[in-house]
């Protein structure tokens, strides 16, 4: 039963968030998207996510700098999501 149990719970956590990781898509430029069936807001998902870019720039040596950005609240039938497209200047 304990067994039954710990892998529903993996199983769900892994459904809750998808998560493409940063991807270069042109010199220098990356985007990075996210989507969580848990979250009800995509500003929480951002907070993450700009976090994370921060980081991944000051690994180069660099400072993140925002190019674009788009996301969507939680509704009936859609996950809460955000995307950022950023360079390290």
């Known amino acids: 039963m304990k067994k039954t149990i710990a892998a529903l719970a993996v199983i769900l956590s892994a459904c809750g968030t998808m998560n493409t990781g940063i991807v270069e898509i042109d010199d220098n430029t990356y985007m990075y998207s996210k989507q969580d069936w848990m979250s009800h807001t995509a500003?929480?998902?951002?907070?993450?996510?700009?976090?994370?870019?921060?980081?991944?720039?000051?690994?180069?040596?660099?400072?993140?700098?925002?190019?674009?950005?788009?996301?969507?609240?939680?509704?009936?039938?859609?996950?809460?999501?955000?995307?950022?497209?950023?360079?390290?200047?």
Do not use: H, P, T, W
Not at 54 to 66: E, N, V
């Open 43 to 89: 500003g929480a998902i951002k907070v993450e996510m700009f976090k994370e870019a921060r980081k991944f720039c000051a690994d180069k040596g660099k400072k993140f700098a925002l190019v674009n950005q788009q996301s969507n609240d939680y509704s009936i039938g859609a996950s809460a999501g955000a995307e950022i497209q950023f360079q390290c200047v």
